[in-house]
């Protein structure tokens, strides 16, 4: 049984507090969505919880594990702009985090492969990635995540950097991958449709210092399809999010 | 596109070519020997003996001071970007020695070394090892901290960040500097062996004195084929040891 418990983490940059005691909890095959206006302290929570940045205070547990400070260890980071190495090629880049592992290199690559295709990108094996769109590149980088099967898989702003179109058909992409590999999202965001589409539940965080405004489970049934962005519940809850925001900023 | 770019090329040399040859008939050849009597000087010099000895002694002296010189500043360089306590030693060193051109010291290494192989090896290696330190620096201090992030969030420890992430992004840069470290050794390997009257900066010194300006237009010649027969061999072995970067270059 896979569980994440982050508690009671706290973190200033200087003097400015940017986390105060959050505490979150994601259950095994759950999509979570930290939604928030930018700049509000919601990726700096994702980046402790990968461990890349330190808590000035709390806990973070995945499987029971105190993994609080380290990197690696069942957890899958994509980020936002893809950030592959512009030495590696896609599959490579797939199969970096096996590399750091230890695997061996056939396994790795034969691993790489399996996901390079799950992703859509049958044939671009040995593209660089500068050879590649925006799109792809961040394909090849949800399939580096998935790659080294985490437990847990974190994403920060994933399609922030992408065209509403190309957004569009990775949000799809995305469920569909997550759907066949259930594992545990965070998914960073500040697109209210975004988090509503794909996720269980959204935690909306109010400006920074970050704390959790409302708790909301999303209603609906997966699959997930692109009729229910028309949906009635759909578009009430997006007004409410909305105004929610809005009356914080205001605040 | 490519062959119109070359075909320019082309028609800039030839041009230069004309208007060298047109000066030279006015001037005459003891002040400025035209193209035709230096490709005839270069084809007398070629056969010499006494020329490729002085190549030959020039070449592998030089590439002893140049080998060094990439085999210390690589690593400094590489140390100073990544380690702010060698950059705080090491930095005013290199911005002081890296204006000291070859002429300015080779008679403080005269005195120093004599004239020997100590000598020669020591100036190439002086002018040419700051050109590589600063160069390497500027890059390993330009490594993308995302992805060395990336590589830290994949918990890769500090051993394969350098090898995976630092060593790769520095490759085409340590091979620029390489290219140009090259051109910087040459030039200072023969201002060193015109001082002494040695090898090849001794023909020159000699073709200089003479009354026609051919033998040394002819000289000068080869230096620059060498230079740039050397320098586009750098580029190709660097091609080929990082495809992903001649690649993204070549697209642009």
């Known amino acids: ?148 099967r985490p437990s847990l898989l974190l994403m920060d702003e994933p399609f922030g950097a992408l065209d509403v179109q190309t957004r569009d058909i990775l949000q799809d992409e995305l469920v569909r991958i997550w759907e066949a590999e259930r594992k545990m999202v965070l998914f960073v965001t500040h697109g209210i449709e975004e988090a509503l589409y794909l996720a269980d539940r959204i935690l909306v965080f109010s400006k920074r210092p970050a704390h959790v405004l409302r708790e909301i489970v999303v209603p609906f049934e997966r699959p997930r399809r692109e009729e229910m962005k028309l949906d009635s519940t759909f578009l009430e809850l997006r007004r409410e999010i909305s105004d929610l925001l809005r009356h914080d900023i205001h605040a | 596109m490519k062959l119109r770019s070359r075909l320019t090329n082309l028609l800039g040399i030839a041009l230069m070519l004309l208007l060298w040859q047109l000066a030279g008939q006015n001037l005459g050849d003891a002040l400025l020997a035209t193209p035709v ?152 390997m023969v201002t060193a062996e015109m001082f002494i009257s040695a090898g090849y900066g001794g023909l020159l010194n000699n073709a200089g004195l003479d009354l026609s300006t051919a033998p040394l237009f002819a000289l000068i010649v080869m230096l620059m084929v060498i230079s740039l027969s050397a320098t586009t061999l750098l580029r190709w072995a660097a091609d080929r040891a990082a495809p992903w970067y001649a690649s993204r270059t070549r697209d642009r």
């Not at chain 2, 620096?137 to 994949?154: M, W």
């Open chain 2, 37 to 188: 009597e230096a490709a005839r000087a270069l084809v007398a010099t070629l056969r010499e003996p006494g020329f490729w000895a002085a190549l030959w002694q020039m070449m592998w002296q030089m590439t002893i001071g140049y080998l060094l010189a990439l085999g210390i500043g690589v690593p400094l360089g590489i140390a100073m970007g990544r380690v702010p306590v060698v950059d705080a030693i090491v930095k005013p060193w290199a911005s002081m020695f890296i204006v000291v051109s070859a002429a300015a010291v080779v008679p403080l290494f005269i005195i120093l070394m004599g004239r020997g192989l100590l000598f020669s090896t020591a100036i190439v290696f002086v002018v040419t090892v700051w050109y590589v330190v600063v160069s390497v620096t500027e890059a390993a201090r330009a490594v993308s901290p995302k992805l060395i992030d990336v590589a830290r969030s994949f918990a890769a420890s500090d051993a394969q960040r350098f090898r995976h992430v630092i060593l790769p992004a520095l490759h085409p840069y340590v091979m620029i500097a390489a290219r140009v470290g090259f051109v910087h050794a040459l030039r200072a």
């Open chain 1, 1 to 148: 049984m896979t569980h994440l418990s982050v508690s009671n983490v706290c973190k200033s940059f200087g003097s400015v507090p940017v986390l105060v005691d959050q505490s979150l909890d994601v259950e095994e095959g759950e999509f979570v969505a930290l939604l928030g206006p930018s700049g509000c302290g919601k990726s700096t929570l994702l980046q402790i919880i990968n461990g890349l940045v330190p808590a000035d205070r709390g806990t973070i547990l995945l499987d029971g594990k105190d993994i609080t400070g380290r990197t690696g260890a069942g957890r899958g980071m994509v980020f936002q702009g893809a950030d592959l190495f512009p030495w590696r090629t896609a599959l490579e880049n797939v199969a970096f985090g096996l590399e750091v592992m230890g695997v061996g290199k056939a396994e790795r690559l034969e691993q790489a492969r399996h996901y390079l295709h799950l992703v859509g990108l049958r044939g671009f094996e040995e593209a660089w990635p500068h050879q590649l769109s925006g799109g792809m590149q961040q394909r090849v980088g949800i399939a580096r995540a998935f790659c080294i």
